[in-house]
């Protein structure tokens, strides 16, 4: 089971466990085009992650191995990959790479295709029932893949007595090897921006409806 980091006061040295260590960092896209209030909460949670990774480094020590969803290379090319992916937890990646951190490949870069394929395919709004149950068994398959092979890379490269640092979405469904001891990264800042989105989102709803009701009458 993971322990959550930020919310509530910070962990002594001797809540942690001996062996391989892992900071689940749940991450989140710097929008390219969006409010500014919502770019000023992602910019202040990236910020917030920042200071509370770097206070786990001053207590328990550096941080060896790094992994980033959607991510199927190392070294160099996983930071260029990185960088375009996502600003916020690139600044994550760069600041522990300058500090001898190595980032690891996470994916495999068929399986990866293959999930986003179909998952894109459900997107679309499929007409008939049985494409639509073939493309969610397709679906589930390929994110079950995915999970064991991340599970996999994980448990094969984070070694004895390192800690590991994982930037990657809620809602996944990887399971942790089993002595990998998980911390679970969240700052403030991660429910302010889940709070922006619900709220946005409410409201979105609401013009729809009174859109709709306007046309009817």
Request: proline residues 4%; aromatic residues 8%.
């Amino acid at each position: 089971m993971s322990e959550e980091v930020g919310k509530i006061e910070r962990p002594s040295i001797e809540e942690f466990k001996a062996g391989r260590k892992l900071y689940f960092i749940p991450l989140i896209f710097t929008p390219k085009r969006s409010q500014a209030d919502l770019l000023e909460r992602v910019n202040r949670y990236w910020d917030q992650v920042e200071t509370h990774v770097a206070n786990l480094e001053a207590k328990l020590g550096d941080i060896n191995k790094l992994y980033h969803e959607l991510v199927p290379v190392g070294g160099d090319d996983g930071a260029k990959a990185v960088k375009e992916l996502n600003k916020g937890s690139y600044q994550i990646i760069k600041a522990r790479l300058k500090k001898g951190s190595d980032l690891q490949p996470l994916e495999d870069s068929e399986i990866l295709a293959e999930f986003m394929d179909w998952g894109r395919c459900l997107a679309i709004g499929l007409q008939s029932q049985n494409v639509i149950v073939r493309a969610y068994e397709s679906y589930s398959e390929a994110q079950r893949k995915r999970n064991d092979y991340i599970a996999k890379q994980i448990d094969e490269t984070l070694q004895d007595g390192e800690i590991g640092l994982l930037l990657m979405m809620e809602g996944h469904q990887v399971q942790f090897p089993s002595d990998v001891q998980v911390f679970y990264v969240a700052p403030p800042g991660l429910d302010e921006v889940k709070r922006w989105i619900r709220e946005h989102e409410a409201e979105t709803e609401s013009g729809i409806k009174k859109r709709s009701k306007s046309k009817v009458k």
